[in-house]
């Protein structure tokens, strides 16, 4: 018998057995409908939550204030060194005017903050540096570089460091940022290994009533591929349906959580990251669909072959 033959029956008796097993094939689907319905949103609230952490993170930095007094050349220096540290993503000047015009802007609506300031007849507020750091967990290294150039002649233009006012917000970033991972990584082992019992046992149903049919064809001589490929075959329509029924479930839930994902998480759309990685969605879910199928089929019937 060839093997283009064999395969063609081998999928027909897979797709014969699938329709048999109505009920228990409608089971499977269920069970991996949801399994993969997870899967999809624990991708959409993985992405969120690394957004959301990445906007905190842009705001997060350390700023330098100088005094009013300070030279040009001390604050280029300055920031020259601090620009050469290992750990600095991004330096950024802001003059004395730029510092005095977002002042104003922020108290536009303040009358008595801004009829003080025009009182004083100067500009009380001198130029300033805002420090990014490649990530949260290097704040400390960079406050502790500032806090060294105190005793240095560029001490006497800094007037004061932000660091440690924003130390417990930093620190606590960098805690999320850490834990979040951990968890994701977690949920992620979990699920996978609960999926594959769940659709493991539900396939083993299907299995279990072909028992008998399974016992003749060991009896006749058939091989293990002919007798285990129906229902791999079985198990892969199972995990094809559940992906296209995610798929199709997805995107009206996540268009209508869309607004309100922009709002709560920024500007991070659930409609909009699902539309625009689909191609990566749909590998995904598909692709875990039909593995877990195949791989659940695979080692559902092995108990059933000949040792």
């Known amino acids: 018998m060839s093997v283009w033959l064999t395969t063609k029956r081998v999928a027909r008796y897979g797709l014969i057995g699938f329709i048999r097993n109505g009920f228990v094939s409608l089971a499977a689907v269920l069970i991996m409908t949801i399994t993969l319905l997870v899967l999809g949103v624990l991708m959409v609230v993985g992405a969120g939550a690394q957004a959301t952490l990445a906007g905190l993170q842009e705001k997060v930095d350390i700023t330098v204030y100088f005094t009013t007094t300070a030279a040009d050349d001390q604050i280029q220096q300055l920031q020259s060194s601090i620009k050469a540290l290992p750990e600095v993503a991004n330096v950024n000047f802001v003059s004395r005017e730029a510092a005095l015009a977002a002042f104003q802007l922020r108290h ?26 490649k990530d949260p967990s290097q704040y400390e290294s960079i406050a502790k570089f500032l806090d060294s150039q105190q005793n240095t002649p560029l001490g006497t233009a800094i007037d004061k460091v932000n660091f440690f006012q924003n130390k417990a917000a930093i620190d606590k970033l960098a805690e999320i940022i850490a834990v979040s991972r951990t968890i994701g990584l977690v949920i992620a082992v979990v699920l996978g290994t609960a999926s594959l019992l769940i659709a493991f046992n539900t396939i083993r149903l299907a299995i279990y009533t072909a028992r008998d049919e399974i016992g003749v064809m060991n009896l006749v001589g058939a091989s293990n591929w002919y007798i285990r490929g129906p229902f791999m075959i079985a198990g892969i329509l199972y995990g094809v349906i559940s992906g296209f029924l995610v798929l199709l479930i997805l995107y009206p839930i996540l268009l209508w959580l869309g607004p309100g994902s922009e709002q709560f998480l920024g500007n991070f759309n659930t409609a909009t990251y699902f539309t625009s990685n689909f191609p990566m969605f749909f590998l995904i879910i598909m692709g875990s669909g039909i593995g877990l199928g195949a791989l659940s089929s695979f080692l559902a019937v092995r108990r059933y072959l000949r040792g």
């Open 108 to 133: 536009k609506n303040d009358q008595l903050t801004m009829q003080a300031l025009e009182e004083l007849g100067e500009n009380p507020l001198g130029a300033s540096l805002e420090i990014r750091a």
